[in-house]
């Protein structure tokens, strides 16, 4: 069964960092990418990074310099380490992947960025 579970959301000051894990099992972790996407209250929600199963990123222009996006095969575990956040960054975290023509969400975690 595939399940994806996501920690490390919180309330941090602007400026500050945070790191989200994406925690996977089933066979999600090794079909291909998985992507964190996020969404603020009243918005659409928006892809904030990829990562291939080959570790090749791409990322949102927002993020960009300020979010990484990495995966450690032997944990299961998609992570995304945030600097430099911004009050804009205020959103639900959810991590995403797909496997045998199926998508798969975490259940979100609330990052929260305000003095």
């Known amino acids: 069964q595939v399940q994806l579970v996501e920690s490390g959301g919180g309330l941090v000051q602007p400026g500050g960092s945070l790191r989200l894990s994406c925690a996977a099992s089933g066979s999600i972790f090794s079909a291909g990418a998985m992507d964190w996407y996020r969404q603020a209250p009243g918005k659409q929600r928006e892809l904030v990074a990829a990562i291939t199963r080959g570790g090749s990123t791409n990322y949102a222009d927002s993020v960009k310099g300020r979010f990484t996006i990495s995966r450690d095969h032997a944990k299961s575990t998609l992570y995304l380490q945030m600097n430099s956040l911004k009050p804009e960054d205020t959103a639900v975290y959810y991590c995403?992947?797909?496997?045998?023509?199926?998508?798969?969400w975490g259940q979100g975690t609330q990052v929260t960025v305000s003095s």
């Open positions: 995403y992947g797909r496997a045998s023509f199926t998508d798969y």
